[in-house]
């Protein structure tokens, strides 16, 4: 079965620019989630989508971030404009369904941010 | 404040020797631990995933241990190879599937 797909491996922009990432789940995987791994850190999570509706989006920057999932499959991860500190690997992964006890997340290979 | 505390930072063995990972945390209400490689430039990778009542899990060369009551698991690698070499990262799970990541630590197999 195919994995997580995401897209572009790498990117580097100037501070104030905009960029954004895009992450094609697994198929029939109902929720997707975005993280934001830096350097030396776990990931921490940005935004869950259930579907095409948002479950969790507490720790996503909104000032300067969005995210949108508008058909419940792929979904596309904004930063605009984006800051020094934006600098790490965004992560994208799916899951069959949320809830589950042993509901398994598998991820994309992730894009690589350097905000220069 | 939910954490996962993973020890040591980083290690590095000879191929085929054996190591152990440490993971602590006070991650409440807890409903499964999971230990994912994460190898250079990818995507994390699940091992194990283990609930509350279940004290230890193998997959292969790994084995993964939990202790409930002291809050602490442990994840084992037996006869290294080089392929080992990754970032092993401990992962807590909420109720709701809520993941709290550790930081993880870095292993380097060398020959």
């Known amino acids: 079965e195919a994995g997580v797909a995401q897209s572009p491996r790498y990117k580097i922009i100037e501070k104030r620019q905009s960029v954004a990432f895009w992450c094609n789940p697994i198929s029939g995987h109902a929720t997707l989630y975005w993280y934001q791994q830096i350097l030396g850190q776990g990931p921490k999570l940005l935004i869950q989508f259930q579907n095409n509706g948002v479950v969790d989006d507490s720790q996503l920057p909104k000032d300067r971030f969005s995210a949108e999932r508008l058909k419940g499959v792929d979904s596309t991860l904004k930063i605009q404009p984006a800051k020094l500190e934006d600098s790490a690997v965004y992560l994208c992964a799916s899951s069959p369904q949320a809830g589950l006890a042993k509901n398994i997340q598998y991820f994309g290979a992730g894009t690589r941010l350097s905000v220069l | 404040k939910n954490q996962v505390e993973q020890s040591p930072q980083s290690l590095i063995i000879l191929e085929g020797k054996n190591c152990t990972l440490q993971c602590n945390y006070t991650v409440s209400p807890f409903s499964n631990l999971r230990w994912y490689k994460q190898d250079t430039g990818r995507g994390p990778v699940s091992l194990t995933i283990?609930?509350?009542?279940?004290n230890t899990k193998s997959n292969g060369r790994y084995t993964a241990t939990l202790d409930a009551d002291t809050k602490q698991s442990s994840l084992h690698i037996t006869a290294s190879q080089l392929s080992d070499s990754a970032s092993y990262i401990c992962v807590v799970s909420l109720y709701g599937n809520k993941l709290v990541f550790g930081a993880g630590t870095i292993l380097r197999v060398k020959s």
């Open positions: 283990m609930t509350f009542s279940e």
